[in-house]
T-cell receptor, first 115, second 114 residues
């Protein structure tokens, strides 16, 4: 069975600093996708970035990048030059390419950006 | 605008009173799913649907029913709600076999069962 682990329940970072949110995953499948979602206090789920298991390059989307280390089964989210609006809950998730059609989520990390 | 809508956004009800949370998407997506979010547990899948009239259980289906009579709609039914179903519920849709497999989420429904 798939599992996502986010070991940081909460993080506090100064504005403009870079921040890394940890995510490790467990699956025996070779084909999968990894996602990061942001959930602000308003509650909606906002898709940030995607990494396929066969992608050789780390995914980047603006200030977001995904540090994908397949051998270590980690998919950390890096936010460069953090902003106050980055304060939110962040979820790492995994979806198998074959088999059960669902996203498996981690417990989430609450990120607080201090001015 | 491409979106997933849910109604109601907030609901307070009593134990045993049947309720339905509606979900609709305008992107012609084949795949739809329901999740519940609880503190410390992240989001867990309740049910999903691969297409019209095709539904299957997720990880936490007990106490819930779904139907998919039209491609755009995927209602979640609680026949006899209990307090342990107090949660934040999300509907999601995605284009089956799309490259990034991105799921589009609705705004969420916060349900309280007393």
């Amino acid at each position: 069975a798939q599992k996502i682990t986010q070991t940081q329940p909460g993080m506090f970072v100064q504005e403009k600093e870079a921040v890394t949110l940890d995510c490790t995953y467990d699956t025996s499948d070779q084909s999968y996708g990894l996602f990061w979602y942001k959930q602000p206090s308003s509650g909606e789920m906002i898709f940030l970035i995607y990494q396929g298991s066969y992608d050789e390059q780390n995914a980047t989307e603006g200030r977001y990048s995904l540090n994908f280390q397949k051998a270590r089964k980690s998919a950390n989210l890096v936010i460069s030059a953090s902003q106050l609006g980055d304060s939110a809950m962040y979820f790492c998730a995994m979806r198998l390419i074959q088999g059960a059609q669902k996203l498996v989520f981690g417990q989430g990390t609450r990120l607080t950006i201090n001015p | 605008e491409a979106q997933v809508t849910q109604n109601p956004r907030y609901l307070i009800t009593v134990t045993g009173k049947k309720l339905t949370v509606t979900c609709s998407q305008n992107m012609n997506h084949e795949y739809m799913s329901w999740y519940r979010q609880d503190p410390g547990l992240g989001l867990r899948q309740i049910y999903y649907s691969m297409n019209v009239e095709v539904t299957d259980k997720g990880d936490v289906p007990e106490g819930y029913k779904v139907s998919r009579k039209e491609k755009r709609n995927f209602p979640l039914i609680l026949e006899s709600p209990s307090p342990n179903q107090t949660s934040l519920y999300f509907c999601a849709s995605s284009l089956y076999l799309a490259g990034t497999y991105e799921q589009y989420f609705g705004p969420g429904t916060r349900l309280t069962v007393t």
